[in-house]
């Protein structure tokens, strides 16, 4: 099993940054793709970037530009940088590793992010 923990939300004004961190321990040799989810009240939760274990990025189209995924030499750890905030931002952010071994989605407890206007 994989254990995500995640720090960095907080309250930010619009146009602000924030960096989200998500470190894993665990079974990280099972661990390929990491990356970050958000759910907004009211609203599906949603896929907001993904690297794989080769440093390839995935981004939803309305954070691409502002948003920025990256791991570490270890891949022990995932990041976010937030740049360029706007409300509509905001939502709960979750850390996700995929496992293999078998196939398993890691989730995080989630970390608040608010922007306000």
């Given at each position: 099993q994989v254990r995500l923990v995640e720090s960095g939300g907080g309250l930010v004004q619009a146009g602000g940054s924030l960096r989200l961190s998500c470190a894993a321990s665990g079974s990280i040799f099972s661990v390929n793709d990491m990356g970050w989810y958000r759910q907004a009240?009211?609203?599906?939760?949603?896929?907001?970037?993904?690297?794989?274990?080769?440093?390839?990025?995935?981004?939803?189209?309305s954070v691409k530009g502002r948003f920025t995924v990256?791991?570490?030499?270890?891949?022990?750890t995932v990041s976010l940088q937030m740049n360029s905030l706007k409300p509509d931002d905001t939502a709960v952010y979750y850390c996700y590793a995929h496992s293999i071994g078998p196939p398993y989605?890691?989730?995080?407890?989630?970390?608040?992010?608010?922007?306000s206007s």
């Open positions: 009240p009211g609203k599906q939760r949603e896929l907001v970037a993904l690297i794989t274990s080769g440093g390839r990025t995935d981004y939803a189209d990256s791991r570490d030499n270890a891949k022990s989605n890691n989730w995080g407890q989630g970390t608040q992010v608010t922007v």
